[in-house]
């Protein structure tokens, strides 16, 4: 089956860096899908990408859906405690139907 | 605008009872997802419906696992019985009509089985 890779597992980093993690696949994927989970709650979207070549912003968030259309990154700017998290990386291959794919995610942590 | 809604937040049982998560997605939105969430195996989808039908369930563990949806903004994970290896998050998401549509999650439901 479909599989995603998500590096690094976990980082360490001083508030106010930059943060940039990614994912990858073995498969083509026509949707990704960038999420964060807070301790205790469910994974909230923070971008969607659609398109190969697709760069999105929200806010601090930067993501991009890969040329090859097999990986996806999201970069964080002026990271703040609150970016504190899980990131999920999610990515649907088919154009029909509904399975998208979870990564197993980046563990992040701001140090203030 | 209400999120998806999920109930309980947290179940404790006894192994062998009978479990029923509850999920109310978000109103206009066709698909419904039951997720589970482990730190072995991440996300992984177990049951979804479009339009109130099951469509895919591979993902379902076994028997003990049920999943219904009689109305549009309704729908219940039923385990039972109940084992220790079922302790997991259990989420509930939705999406709109539509290929390629974002997921929406709620809160999800820790249950333990003792």
């Known amino acids: 089956g479909q599989q995603l890779n998500q590096s690094p597992q976990s980082m360490f980093i001083q508030e106010g860096e930059d943060v940039s993690m990614n994912c990858t696949s073995s498969?083509?994927?026509?949707?990704w899908l960038w999420y964060k989970q807070d301790p205790g709650e469910g994974p909230v979207l923070l971008i969607a990408?659609?398109?190969?070549?697709e760069l999105t912003s929200n806010g601090r968030l930067t993501a991009q859906f890969g040329i090859t259309r097999k990986d996806s990154f999201l970069n964080i700017s002026a990271s703040i405690p609150s970016d504190v998290g899980i990131y999920f990386c999610a990515g649907q291959a088919t154009n029909y139907g509904q399975n998208f794919v979870f990564g197993p995610g980046t563990r992040l942590s701001v140090l203030p | 605008d209400a999120g998806v809604i999920q109930s309980p937040r947290h179940e404790v049982t006894e192994m062998g009872q009978e479990v029923t998560l509850r999920c109310k997605p978000i109103s206009g939105h066709d698909y419904l997802f039951w997720y589970r969430q482990t730190m072995m195996r991440g996300l992984e989808l177990l049951i979804y419906f479009n339009n109130n039908v099951p469509i895919d369930d591979s993902g379902m563990p076994e028997d003990r696992f049920s999943a219904k949806m009689p109305n549009a903004s309704f729908s219940t994970l039923k385990i039972q019985p109940s084992e220790p290896r079922d302790s997991a998050v259990y989420f509930c998401?939705?999406?709109?009509?539509?290929?390629?549509?974002?997921?929406?999650f709620g809160s999800g439901t820790q249950l333990s089985v003792l």
């Open positions: 990408l659609y398109k190969a070549g």
């Open positions: 998401a939705s999406s709109s009509l539509g290929p390629n549509e974002k997921l929406f």
């Open positions: 498969s083509i994927f026509n949707t």
